[in-house]
């Protein structure tokens, strides 16, 4: 019955009218930036890259595909947020929960968020199939990355891909099973650049040559350094968000900070809000230590982001 009922409705759908391609320059002057909620130090960095691309392009219309807690960053600095991120499954929650303690296992946790990378596939495709735009950017997505990356023939605007690591790399507990599945993924990501060279139209490396780490991709696989330099152009320095001039003048920030020249300070900070707050009680506990070696010590502990209620998460634990 289900079925004869699937069958009655697919001979009633009319065909959609064919689609057109547009030529770059007929395109609007629009950017879709897809950035990821994978910790915010990089959301500052796509933030001064979408600054640049305006005062080299002015009129340059930037639209943000983004999640929690990325899109509050975004909207502190009137940024564009495309209404379809409020669609996008959370990556972020994923990664939470598969930390304990001070521990995770990225690429275990990559490979368990499957529902995770295709719902947010779908959303992007979905939206770029409405919607043109001159120019896609990527800056380190998680999800959307699948879309040019899997389906080649989906793209319908010049795509840049930035990326300060490429590769993964076994963690040893992991054992041989680890080791051949990460080499596996890379091997998989190898054929698939050698196949469609031109899914990306231009790959950038945040940072220089020396910043990639010795190292294969696996066995019998290329080094890791030898092939990014053939398959990626790099920035040089590392994009911070911000002009280290700014901040040159110590006793003036210190004066603006209410310290004086000789008050110690120690400022403790993490990256990730759920392995990050292990971290974070754990350096606290070690206030009173330190300061018995360094009387007078101040301690100000940095915490991340809030994070977005469980049931907003947009994922169902497994």
Known sequence: MLIRDFVDGLRQHRPAAPRRWTRGRARPK??????????????????AIANALRRLHPGLQIDWLAQHPVTAFLQARNEHIHPASAELASESSHLEAESAGHDLH????????????????????????????????????????????????????????????VGWLPMPDGGPREARLTADYNAEMLEHIARY?????????????????????????PAIRSWTEAHFDFSGDYISGFDPIDIADRTAIRAELGYSSDDQVCIVTVGGSAVGTNLLRRVIESYPHARQKVPGLRMVVVAGAPRRPRAAAGRRRR
């Not at 629009?30 to 933030?47: E, N």
Request: proline share 8%; aromatic share 10%; net charge positive.
């Open 106 to 165: 990225c690429s275990q946790a990559w490979r368990r968020m499957d529902e995770i990378l295709l719902a947010n596939f779908m959303i992007f495709h979905d939206l770029v199939s409405a919607d043109p735009y001159a120019l896609w950017i990527g800056g380190r997505v998680l999800g959307t990355r699948l879309l040019p990356a899997r389906k080649p023939r989906a793209q319908r605007a010049a795509y840049v891909w930035l990326t300060d690591f």
């Open 197 to 221: 060279p031109r899914v990306r139209d231009r790959a950038i490396f945040i940072g220089a040559p020396d910043d990639i780490i010795p190292g294969r991709f696996g066995p019998d696989l």
């Open 30 to 47: 629009r950017a879709l930036y897809l950035s990821s909620p994978i910790g915010l130090g990089h959301a500052r960095r796509d933030a």
